[in-house]
């Protein structure tokens, strides 16, 4: 996870001066129908995340994203807040572009647009999502009086996309583990200093299992604040749906002189749309790269 300082042309854009959407949420939107099969996610949600029984003590507003802006038939409260959206998605498209760039030019991989075209290149069929969140505060007398007022404002989990973009107001609730072991469970939980001056740059499982394990995918969590409302916006981007999910070829034969066996890739391979569809059957909380983890080799038997 990066924190990177909030460039001045963001300032003008109004989703960035003013985050109050909490006035948007709710106005107006479908609200999504997770229950039915096959139903869209997209629309205005509140508490429940997902099919499969997560909770949150949050609302939110999920958006498509077609190319460089919200897709057409993806609801919006307003055509204020519409146009807004899309502004913003142009600017997180651009931000997108920079870091998967400056990440592909740190691990040596050329073009150094190869992992940033999956996301934002021209005429890629790409995955990308915008996710409003607002957290209305729940004190703890109330926790036990209202339904769902619990301190969880989101469960932890990773990301499954390449990279997510956070900006929030100045509300504390954003959790990150550090040393993570999924098998372990042992989370040693870091509150994130909320900074609207600030993005925070979230790395998803797509582009750890894409750099082989180099950049791994943080388990993060929002805790519900006691006393006031977090509004937080999330550019989620992944590539296409075909796209091949497996470590960049350059890195596994960076380095490797001649007779010499290449990096093994530690993941068994799938789609972007595999993925996903398996992302949906799952909880929250799953460890959702554990199936696809490829077994050591075994080690040889020096007595055989
Ligand atoms: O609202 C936040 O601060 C984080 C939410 C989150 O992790 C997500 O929507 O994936
Ligand atoms: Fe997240």
């Known amino acids: 996870m990066v924190v990177l300082a909030k460039p001045a042309a963001l ?4 989703l960035v001066r003013s985050p109050s959407v909490e006035d948007n949420f709710g106005a107006g939107l479908p609200v999504v129908d997770l229950a039915a099969d096959g139903a869209s996610p997209f629309g205005y949600g509140s508490k429940r995340i997902g099919r499969n029984g997560d909770m949150g003590w949050l609302e939110y507003l999920l958006l498509a994203i077609d190319g460089a802006s919200l897709s057409r038939s993806s609801p919006a409260p307003s055509s204020s807040l519409r146009d807004a959206a899309n502004e913003y998605v142009g600017a997180m498209r651009g931000m997108a572009r920079t870091v998967l760039e400056m990440v592909a030019e740190g691990l040596g991989v050329a073009p150094r647009g190869a992992l940033a075209d999956m996301v934002v290149g021209d005429g ?7 996710r409003l969140n ?8 109330l926790q036990n009086l209202m339904p769902n007022c619990s301190p969880t404002g989101f469960g932890e989990h990773t990301d499954p996309q390449l990279i997510s973009i956070l900006h929030s107001n100045s509300t504390s609730g954003l959790q990150v583990a550090l040393h993570h072991d999924a098998d372990a469970g042992d989370h040693q939980w870091v509150t994130v200093p909320p900074d609207p001056a600030s993005f925070l740059v979230i790395v998803g499982d797509s582009l750890q299992v894409m750099t082989n394990g180099r950049m791994r995918s943080v388990r993060h969590r929002v805790v519900a604040n006691k006393l006031k ?4 916006m999330i550019y989620f981007g992944g590539p296409p749906l075909e796209q091949r999910i497996a470590p960049l070829r350059q890195l596994l034969v960076a380095g490797v002189g001649d007779g010499e066996e290449e990096e093994q890739s530690r993941y068994e391979e799938f789609t972007w749309g595999e ?3 398996a992302a949906y059957l ?4 799953d460890n959702r790269l554990a199936p696809f983890h490829r077994q050591p080799p075994p080690v040889a038997n020096p007595l055989a």
């Open 11 to 14: 300032e003008q854009i109004s």
């Open 275 to 277: 993925y996903k569809k």
């Open 124 to 130: 890629a069929a790409s995955d990308q999502i915008l």
């Open 282 to 285: 799952s909880r929250l909380g």
């Open 134 to 141: 607002h957290y209305p505060p729940c004190p703890p007398l």
């Open 229 to 232: 409302s977090r509004v937080s």
